[in-house]
């Protein structure tokens, strides 16, 4: 491990004051702060910050960029507290910069084993933050503390062994005294899980595993000795409700990814989503989207937690566009199914039963011969942020549309370290003929990215902006209505949260694969973004 440190005396505002719990679940109150990955323990990703106006939005210029020493995908989103910005250099590098002229103050350097084995690149999403210390999970499962006013490594847990496959890609989530993380490593044929530590120490303090184990509700869903290699990994952070003290964390597919022979049954609790009480770890409820997933669909969506009027009173709701096509709304309580309709092109279900189960298509599954299935393997949307806006009442999803992959099937057997998967499918552009899918064939209709606004108490949809090519960047949107999201066309852009209007749009030179965040300081406004491996700040000129 390297660590630069520099004075701190250079700092314009070390950590001011210390980030209580309190501040994370009050983070509205002050919204200058970015506090969490999804800027807010609900996951909205709003911020009631409205100096940027669609009027304005114009005038935006960039203000300074920030190059990554690092060629892998920079998909972290910052976290800005009193007056300092931190975020994560691929694989495992936290840096602390000055949020309004990019300067950096000091960095940690983590050097991952050699044995990791990650299935989509050397990635982190970013940091979490409790009192003046920073978390990190690391690409080798472990999970490491840095003092946030210098660098300094405070401890460092060892979460899973990263030669079975096991990794951590996504941003902790601090829960009262707690750190949370789940393990990625579905690919490898791990089994699942996701771990509360002591924040002041490190010490474990409750796992759940995202695949019971013999004895336990569940277990019977997997055949034979299956559950020991299913998967059900994690890829996103989870939210938390407070009055009902639940976090809520999206469940990765079940393992091997598209040959479910040896593996019967539902397969609890992959391709889920699960509500855990947060002092305990016990499973309050759980929805599964896609039961004996085939489709490597995953949950690997954030939670998003929302106040809406449903049928004439207050529910408390989750909103959930998943990847297998449908957006979803569930009571966040008890896990009621309320609402499930597609948001993109589906022909593996015909929709749900009164319990909230999809309807199998019969023969539309993967084949030796191969299966077209809509959407494909990259799903209708993937773990890239969705936004929710109080003020719109709208649901932005980044969506895959006219998408469909062939799914083919093969036999997979388990060896420690390696790939688990029962082969992979192949990407369709274009239609069938002969029952023969033609490849690179695209229409000006298919397989585009689009932001796509959606009417949670119907699920209808409002707008779409269309892009030319797909996308894989999160969504932000802001008290003045205005939406900020980007994709591999290389475009940051604004829109008008109220009708995808296009307002401004600038090329930053690399995909955008990340989620935009927003914070002020001394009373201006910036939104971020990285894109290729570039952090990119822009504000109103002066």
Known sequence: MIRRLFPLLLIAGTLAAQVSFDRQVNAGKEP????????????????????????????????????????????????????????????????????????????????????????????????????????????????????????????????????????????????????????????????????????????????????????????????????????????????????????????????????GDERGGDNLYSSSVVALNADTGKLKWHYQFSPHDEFDYDATQVPVLADINWQGRMRNVMLWANRNGFFYVLDRATGQFLLGKPFVEVNWATGFDEKGRPMRVTGKVPTPEGTVIFPGNQGGTNWYSPSFSPRTGLFYIPSWVN?????????????????????????????????????????????YGAVRAIDPMTGDRKWEFKMNDVTDAGVLTTGSDLLFSGGREGYFYALNARNGELLWKANLGGAVISGPMTYAVGGKQYVAVSAGSALFVYGLRE
């Open 32 to 259: 200058q702060n970015w506090l969490t990955y999804s800027g807010n323990l609900m996951s909205q990703r709003y911020s009631s910050l409205d100096q940027m106006t669609p009027q304005n939005v114009k005038n935006l210029e960039l203000k300074w960029i920030f190059q990554a020493r690092s060629l892998e995908k920079f998909e972290a989103t910052p976290l800005v507290i009193d007056g300092i910005m931190y975020t994560v250099q691929a694989p495992n590098d936290v840096v602390a910069l000055d949020p309004v002229t990019g300067r950096v103050f000091w960095a940690y350097s983590y050097s991952p084993s050699p044995l990791s084995r990650p299935c989509c690149g050397r990635v982190n999403r970013g940091v979490a933050v409790s009192g003046d210390t920073l978390f990190m999970g690391t690409i080798d499962a472990h999970l490491i503390a840095v003092d946030a006013k210098n660098g300094r490594p405070l401890w460092n847990t060892t979460v899973a062994k990263p030669e079975a496959g096991y990794a951590i890609t996504h941003a902790p989530l601090v829960i009262k005294d707690k750190v949370i993380v789940g393990v990625a490593g579905g690919e490898f044929g791990i089994r699942g899980f996701i771990a509360a530590y002591d924040v002041k120490t490190g010490k474990e303090v409750w796992r759940f595993y995202t695949i019971p184990g013999p004895g336990e509700p569940g277990h019977e869903t997997w055949d034979g000795d299956s559950w020991k290699t299913g998967g059900a990994s994690v890829w996103v952070t989870g939210s938390y409700d407070p009055a009902l003290n639940l976090t809520y964390w999206g469940i990765g597919n079940a393992g091997p990814d598209y040959n």
């Open 403 to 447: 998408y469909s992959s062939v799914y083919l099937k093969a036999k997979a057997e388990y060896e420690e370290g390696k790939r688990f998967v029962g082969t992979s499918p192949r990407s369709v552009i274009g239609g069938a003929t002969g029952g023969v899918p033609k490849i690179n064939t695209r229409k000006d209709d298919e397989g």
